[in-house]
């Protein structure tokens, strides 16, 4: 396990996260690894209402609340596609390395994308280029799939196809899993994959274009 200490990264990033299930589940995973984002951005949506005592939402579905307790001490913010380029700036400011997205409703723009000092980056709960879009362990598990697996890679202006970063494959998957499952072990590898992308990002990233 890691200490908080001695083997954490070096660098800051912002979370980009709808809230939804496999949000939730990063940001959990995120928790038990002592490496949090210093921002969170959610969309805008449901809209916002606040709790005079807390300053968080309320009248939300149950993932998106069980998302905003898991980031009450981070400051969380929101980025409505028309809002993006504000957003960017306040990335900027803020000096954030990184950019990580976990679930994310639309396109983010190029502006947004160049904000990070160093990259700006998607879990996708998917081998890619397989399974492309939203939902993937949804299609996975109403094709059949017979393996499941998590890719980290590039943002860039186009769904799930930036260059791949790293890949890793669900091991002991069952075949009676469930999409909660899924989420969660998914998580738990991206969330790895992409603390060991931050370590190693001033040795040098071979990025591997998807061909298809």
């Known amino acids: 396990m890691m200490s908080p200490e001695k083997d954490l990264p070096r660098g800051r990033f912002a979370?980009?996260?709808?809230?939804?299930n496999f949000s939730c589940e990063v940001l959990q995973a995120l928790r038990e690894k002592h490496f949090l984002p210093t921002l969170i951005f959610m969309p805008e949506y449901p809209p916002a209402k606040k709790m005079p005592d807390r300053g968080t939402e309320i009248d939300i579905a149950t993932p998106r609340r069980r998302f905003l307790e898991l980031g009450q001490d981070i400051e969380i913010d929101y980025a409505p596609a028309a809002r993006q380029s504000e957003c960017a700036r306040l990335v900027q400011q803020t000096s954030i390395d990184f950019l990580l997205v976990a679930c994310w409703p639309y396109l983010i723009s190029e502006t947004l994308i160049a904000s990070p000092r160093k990259a700006a980056l998607n879990l996708h709960p998917s081998l890619l280029p397989d399974y492309r879009g939203p939902n993937p362990i949804e299609q996975q598990l109403a094709?059949?799939?017979s393996s499941f697996g998590v890719t980290l890679h590039l943002l860039n202006q186009q769904f799930d196809r930036g260059d791949i970063i790293a890949q890793a494959e669900l091991n002991e998957i069952d075949?009676?899993?469930?999409r909660a499952y899924l989420e969660y072990r998914s998580a738990i590898q991206g969330v790895e994959l992409f603390i060991k992308a931050v370590k190693s990002h001033d040795q040098g990233w071979k990025p591997v274009p998807q061909t298809t």
């Open 15 to 20: 979370l980009l996260a709808s809230g939804a």
């Open 143 to 145: 094709r059949g799939a």
């Open 175 to 178: 075949e009676r899993v469930d």
